[in-house]
């Protein structure tokens, strides 16, 4: 099971579950990788629900990657996301929320 309170989600991909955390280098690797201006511009798309596909698929990477996954987005782009892309994007949030959250809330 993810441990919410260390920030972990878990996610679903072609039936095997994988756990993603956003872990500080994680971030780094997701901030040099996105087109915004800083983590919290990314953080006020998924709030006023202005993401782009793209987004989510870069948090997933990320979230994987802090998880201890070496894969890339390539590989993600042939893999089925239990729940499908509305899935994604809930799980790609949680993940988001989760890594700027206190562990009390």
Same mark, same amino acid.
């Given at each position: 099971?993810?441990?919410?309170?260390?920030?972990?989600?878990?996610?679903?991909?072609?039936?095997?579950?994988?756990?993603?955390?956003?872990?500080?280098?994680a971030?780094? @690797?997701? &901030?040099? =990788?996105?087109?915004?201006?800083?983590?919290? %511009?990314?953080?006020?798309?998924?709030? $006023?629900? *202005? #993401?782009?596909?793209?987004?989510?698929?870069?948090?997933?990477?990320?979230?994987?990657?802090?998880?201890?996954?070496?894969?890339?987005?390539?590989?993600?782009?042939?893999? @089925?996301? &239990?729940? =499908?892309?509305?899935?994604?994007?809930?799980? %790609?949030?949680?993940?988001?929320?989760? $890594?700027f *959250? #206190?562990?009390?809330?």
């Amino acid at each position: 099971m993810a441990n919410q309170w260390e920030g972990e989600v878990a996610i679903r991909l072609n039936g095997e579950r994988h756990v993603m955390k956003l872990t500080l280098g994680a971030l780094a @690797e997701l &901030e040099a =990788g996105l087109e915004a201006d800083s983590l919290i %511009a990314l953080v006020e798309r998924f709030e $006023a629900g *202005a #993401f782009s596909t793209r987004d989510v698929l870069a948090l997933i990477v990320a979230g994987l990657r802090g998880g201890g996954w070496r894969g890339d987005a390539a590989i993600l782009l042939t893999v @089925e996301i &239990e729940g =499908g892309p509305v899935q994604a994007a809930r799980l %790609a949030g949680q993940l988001l929320a989760r $890594a700027f *959250a #206190f562990p009390d809330q």
